[in-house]
């Protein structure tokens, strides 16, 4: 599973841009400026730099966009430094003020096997610490039972495509659900739903405002999917 190694500094760029927009929205240079701490004129030529590499998409004095193969780097080295951040507080105790530089400066040395032994050592965390939502693995399973079968790491292969969370979906979304994650238990509870990997599900916008379900549209039924499901349920668009 070895790949060519990408730049610290374009992974941070790259996940600033999936922070804020991980559903196809622009970002502008202003707001990358003020995450990044960087002068706007340095950010607009890294911008140029990632679309040239076929990360992003540009738009001068609008702002840029994840392409697919931006969003598979940016989903990796968000989802290690957020499984970084819950094994610092669970299991080490770091204090709290102080567990998001220490991720930052892991995130980028540790390895795909070893995010994996934590992901499994946490039982499939689905948030970090600030409630955000931790993306899926880039492995090719449908679910965290057939990670867990198969020992050898050295067998493990990509999965082709990205997925989003419902929780990550913007209105009127439609796609496959194409992982499931979490234990046997949620696996059994959205299966009751009639919820399964290959099934399209179309996600619309709450018109009632409720903040704790999302809702969607299962071959014309329409289902309310708490959000520790809906944390979990993963789709390809």
Do not use: W
């Amino acid at each position: 599973m070895a790949e060519d190694k990408i730049s610290e500094n374009i992974e941070e760029y790259l996940e600033v841009l999936y922070r804020n927009g991980n559903n196809g929205e622009q970002v502008s240079t202003t707001q990358l400026s003020k995450e990044l701490g960087i002068a706007p004129g340095s950010v607009t030529q890294m911008l140029k730099k990632l679309e040239n590499l076929g990360y992003i998409g540009y738009t001068p004095y609008k702002g840029a966009t994840l392409t697919d193969e931006g969003m598979k780097i940016a989903q990796k080295i968000t989802r290690k430094h957020r499984i970084l951040e819950k094994f610092l507080i669970d299991v080490l105790k770091i204090k709290e003020e102080n567990v998001h530089d220490q991720a930052c400066e892991m995130e980028h040395t540790l390895s795909d096997e070893a995010e994996r032994a934590l992901c499994t050592m946490l039982n499939n965390p689905d948030v970090c610490p600030d409630n955000n939502i931790i993306p899926a693995c880039n492995f090719d399973f449908e679910s965290c039972n057939q990670c867990y079968s198969q020992k050898d790491f050295d067998q493990v292969i990509d999965r082709k495509f990205n997925l989003l969370s419902i929780s990550e979906l913007t209105s009127n979304s439609e796609g496959i659900v194409s992982f499931i994650r979490g234990s046997n238990e949620l696996l059994e509870d959205i299966s009751e739903m009639g919820i399964s990997v290959g099934c399209t599900l179309k996600y619309e916008a709450n018109d009632n405002g409720a903040s704790d379900y999302y809702v969607v549209t299962l071959d014309d039924k329409e289902l309310n999917i708490p959000i520790e499901m809906a944390n979990n349920i993963f789709i390809r668009l």
